[in-house]
Structure formats: C-alpha cells, structure tokens
C-alpha cells in the first residue's frame, strides 16, 4: 500500500518551550556556517563564535539550506539539531522553533525513547514515532509538535551509523495505517501487563478504538497504556520477534505501509 509520507517532508519542532526562554545562544555545530537574519541585517557566524538573540531571528545554512547548529537557553541547557531555526518573540519571551526532515526527527525520537533496547524494538519505536508524525501535525499554534511528553521526546540527531539511526534508516517511510489513513501510533513506556482501549483509558473514541493487549512485561504502569508499551516491546525483542511482529501485536486490525 502506498502512503502519501513525502521522504523529503518536514516538520516544525517547538525546543525548549518549558524554559519560558527570554534570550537563546546559537552557534554553528562543528564545521559549520550559520547565517543568522535579525531585524532584516544578516551575520555570517562560524568557528567558535557564538551570537545571543533576544528577539525574532532565522537561523540556516548558506542559501537559507538546513544545517547543524547548537541552541541553548543560557546557563540551563544546550541540544544540537539539524535543520533550520526560526526564533519568535511574543511579549519578551521566545519560542524556538526548528524546521527538520521527519527522518532526522524520527532518529532523534528514537535514541530519546528507546536507549539501550534491542534492535528491533527500536524499529518498531521509530515506525511507531514516524507514524505519529505523520499522522498528527499542527498540535501547536505555529509549529507542529513539541519536544515534551505532550508530542515525543526530542534529542540530539544521533549518528547515522548508530542503533537509532540504523532503525530509523531500516524503517524509512514505513507508517502505520487504519482503514487507509495514517495513524498517529500512541506509546507509552509500561502497560503494566495489558495495554488498554480508549474507552477504558476514558479518552474520546476516535479512528482508531485501540485495543486491550496482553503483554509480556508486567512492572509498574508508566503511562496512558495505549498502543506500544515500550518495555513490553523490548521483552518481545529479546526472545526474537521482528519489528513488525511486534508491531502487529500492539497495533491489532493496521497496515504497515510506505
């Protein structure tokens, strides 16, 4: 089944939103070359230069192309990402907001979300974040997701040679759908045993009903209990099921499609 998931297609992330930030410190990532607009004027910034913006800025390559820069709200934290970086200013606060290609966000979810889990549980964690992208954009007033628990985790692009860049790279394009539509593929970390259905989650019945599923992890609930349980996953991984298996047990009735 072919889905309409542009390989290119890209997606606005709001960063650091939970600083409330009034001022942001950019620099170019290693072997790069930042051009930074503030106010119609235009600085070239590169090497170890770094430059403080307090109010409405675009940060990009050379030709406005994407590139690898490194933001932080002073003193509090710092992230690389890859992409393009627009900076709003709304009564003295900003909001970071970067523009990336899905693939690069999806490798970044899953290093964020699945840290030492077997391979194929991460591939099924990036089907399963790229199908949420996909499936969910514009949850924000001016960008489309978050980098907090209310969207997905977000951290730093992750090497392309690394085990979340290989799971990303070995899934791309591939999304999960429900009766021809892409679905916005929920997780959580522990469903304690048995994952749950929307309705007894007391959430609004949507396209897709969810279903209650046993799992092979029990513990402590971490978590909405809908759709992937992250450890139960990598329980399942470990005694040898395939990505798609895996997916297939907690995504009863869809598709697995590009």
């Known amino acids: 089944m072919m889905l309409a998931l542009a390989l290119a297609a890209t997606i606005r992330i709001g960063v650091f939103g939970l600083f409330h ?6 620099q170019p990532a290693r072997g790069s070359v930042l051009i930074v607009e ?52 709304q009564s003295g606060t900003l909001t970071a907001i970067v523009e990336m290609d899905r693939e ?33 954009r514009g949850r924000h007033d001016g960008f489309d997701f978050c980098d907090t628990t209310h969207c997905q985790f977000l951290r730093e692009p992750p090497s392309p040679t690394s085990a979340a860049g290989r799971a990303a790279a070995e899934t791309r394009g591939l999304a999960l759908t429900y009766q ?9 970390a522990n469903c304690g045993g048995h994952t749950r259905t929307l309705q007894e989650a007391g959430w609004k019945v949507g396209e897709y009903p969810y279903f209650a599923v046993e799992c092979p992890m029990r513990g402590v609930v971490s978590g909405h209990r809908l759709g992937l349980c992250q450890e139960g996953a990598a329980e399942m991984a470990r005694r040898g099921a395939t990505f798609r298996e895996i997916l297939n047990h907690y995504f009863p009735a869809t598709t697995l499609g590009e």
């Open 21 to 26: 930030p009034v001022e942001l410190e950019v």
């Open 38 to 89: 503030i106010a119609g004027e235009r600085q070239v910034i590169e090497g170890a230069h770094t430059v403080r913006i307090r109010s409405a800025a675009l940060v990009t390559g050379r030709g406005r192309r994407p590139v690898r820069f490194v933001v932080s709200v002073p003193g509090q934290i710092h992230r690389e990402f890859l992409g393009r970086l627009e900076i709003r200013e």
């Open 104 to 136: 690069t966000a999806v490798a970044s979810i899953v290093a964020a979300e699945s840290p030492g889990t077997p391979f194929e549980a991460r591939k099924a964690q990036a089907v399963a974040a790229r199908s949420f992208l996909a499936g969910s």
């Open 180 to 188: 021809g539509h892409v679905l916005a593929a929920l997780y959580s």
